[in-house]
C-alpha cells in the first residue's frame, strides 16, 4: 500500500455511519479522519475542507495511536483553567494559570492521555483564600469523540481507570505558617465533554476544544456538582497542527 506524505495532519472527525436491524434511527459514532496527501484525492487544500475534481488530498480514517501534546487555557491564550464549586456551604473556584497534557489519539473516535496542572489556587469570584495553597494537579483521562442531541460532535472525558469515577483528588493545604480554613482532600468524579470550535468557511475545522458552561458536565466535586471551564489547544508530536472536521 502506498504510503502518502502527511504535509499537515488535519485530523478530522466526521460521522461514520451504520444501521441498525431495526427500522430506528442509525447508529451514527465520529470518528478521527486524517488529511493526506493523494493523486487524484477529493480535496484541493491540505484541510481537507474544499472539494475539487483534480485534487491532491484525501480523508483517510485514523487506525493507529498518534501522539499529541497541549496547552490548557482560555481564549486561545495560555489562561487560567477554572473548576467551580461548593466547600463549606460557599462558592469554591480552583484556578489554574498553566496547564499541559499529553496523549494519543486513536481508532474509532478514542483518545487517552495524562494532565497536569500548575500554578494554581484555591478562593473564589471575589477574592483567593491567601492562606491556602494547591500543589500541581495532575490525573490519565480517556476521551471519546460523541454526537450530542443537536447533532455536533463533542469530545467526552472520563476517568482513565476502568469503573471508576475519580478524575483526581485535589489537595488543599495550608501555606507555610498560615492556617487554611478550606485545607483538606476533595475528589473530582464523573465526566465532562468538550465543546467544538464554531465553524468556519469550508469544513469545521475543531482543532481546539472548549469546554464551557454550554457543553455537557456530570462532575462532582467532593459530592457537590461542579463545572470545569477552560481550553485546551492540540498539536501532534510531529509539530503538523491539526484538528477534526465535519465535511460540509
Known amino acids: 500500500m502506498t504510503r502518502f506524505r502527511l504535509i499537515l495532519m488535519s485530523v478530522v472527525a466526521m460521522l461514520a455511519v451504520g444501521a441498525f436491524a431495526s427500522a430506528s434511527a442509525l447508529a451514527i459514532t465520529p470518528v478521527y479522519l486524517v488529511c493526506l496527501t493523494k493523486t487524484g484525492g477529493k480535496f484541493k487544500d491540505r484541510n481537507c475542507s474544499e472539494t475539487s475534481g ?5 480523508l483517510v480514517e485514523v487506525t493507529s495511536n498518534l501522539g499529541v501534546n497541549g496547552t490548557l487555557g482560555t481564549a486561545g491564550t495560555l489562561g487560567v483553567s477554572k473548576l467551580k464549586s461548593t466547600l463549606l456551604s460557599a462558592e469554591i473556584l480552583i484556578i489554574c494559570k498553566k496547564g499541559k497534557f499529553t496523549g494519543e489519539i486513536g481508532p474509532k473516535g478514542l483518545s487517552t492521555g495524562t494532565i497536569t496542572y500548575e500554578a494554581c489556587s484555591a478562593g473564589n469570584k471575589k477574592e483567593t483564600f491567601e492562606n491556602c495553597e494547591v500543589p500541581n494537579i495532575g490525573f490519565n483521562f480517556v476521551d471519546q469523540l460523541v454526537e450530542n442531541s443537536k447533532g455536533e460532535i463533542e469530545d467526552e472525558f472520563k476517568p482513565a481507570a476502568k469503573g471508576s469515577a475519580l478524575f483526581v483528588n485535589i489537595e488543599i493545604k495550608n501555606k507555610e505558617g498560615k492556617s487554611c480554613l478550606q485545607k483538606g482532600t476533595f475528589p473530582v468524579d464523573g465526566t465532562r465533554n468538550a465543546g467544538t470550535e464554531p465553524a468556519s468557511t469550508g469544513a469545521r475545522l475543531l482543532r481546539i476544544l472548549l469546554f464551557s458552561e454550554t ?23 510531529n509539530d503538523d497542527s491539526w484538528g477534526a472536521c465535519i465535511i460540509p
Do not use: M, Q, R
Open 54 to 58: 483534480s485534487g491532491t488530498f484525501e
Open 215 to 237: 457543553s455537557k458536565s456530570n462532575l462532582t466535586f467532593n459530592g457537590e456538582p461542579a463545572t470545569y471551564i477552560g481550553e485546551a489547544s492540540i498539536d501532534l508530536n
